[in-house]
């Protein structure tokens, strides 16, 4: 299931792509198609075109996009996944090996030598943690390990998706 994030859901972007959902930002396309903001109608083309589902708040794009589109209702990214959830079956279980970089949705890999990695963390990290991983995107680079943040997201996504 591939995914194309509409501009005002950020952060679900990056909470799709944590997950290992591939997962497109529409302000990612803004380069690609060379206007800024992208027109819905460039949004849908591209959806379509690469088979992925629209996920908004913005009704409009909703109606025209119904067949192959979400509509967000409310605020705030655990509500937004527990739909998701909902609608979509889509299970949220963390593990580095499915997981995306949540700056530019490549793949991760295992980084086999700690030390080429050293001056991109910081010191504190770098001496509690022996695995990480690094987004294979070479202009991206970015570093990932499994830290507090994700037991809490987890945490407060089970909470979340308990009451069904």
Request: include cysteine; hydrophobic fraction near 35%.
């Amino acid at each position: 299931m591939k995914f194309l994030v509409d501009s005002m859901l950020g952060k679900l972007t990056r909470f799709l792509r944590i997950f290992g959902y591939d997962t497109i930002y529409a302000n990612d396309l803004i380069n690609f198609f060379n206007i800024n903001p992208v027109p819905d109608e460039l949004l849908i083309d591209y959806a379509s075109k690469d088979n992925r589902i629209i996920i908004t708040k913005d009704f409009p794009l909703y109606m025209r996009y119904k067949d192959k589109s979400i509509f967000l209702k409310g605020e705030g990214i655990y509500n937004y996944l527990h739909q998701l959830n909902k609608q979509f079956g889509i299970k949220f279980e963390f593990s580095f090996k499915q997981a995306r970089c949540s700056i530019c949705n490549s793949q991760l890999e295992r980084v086999t030598n700690k030390i080429s990695i050293k001056s991109d963390v910081l010191k504190e990290t770098y001496n509690h943690f022996n695995e990480f991983y690094q987004c294979s995107n070479l202009q991206c680079k970015k570093v990932y390990w499994q830290g507090s943040h994700i037991e809490d997201i987890q945490y407060k996504l089970g909470k979340t998706l308990e009451f069904d």
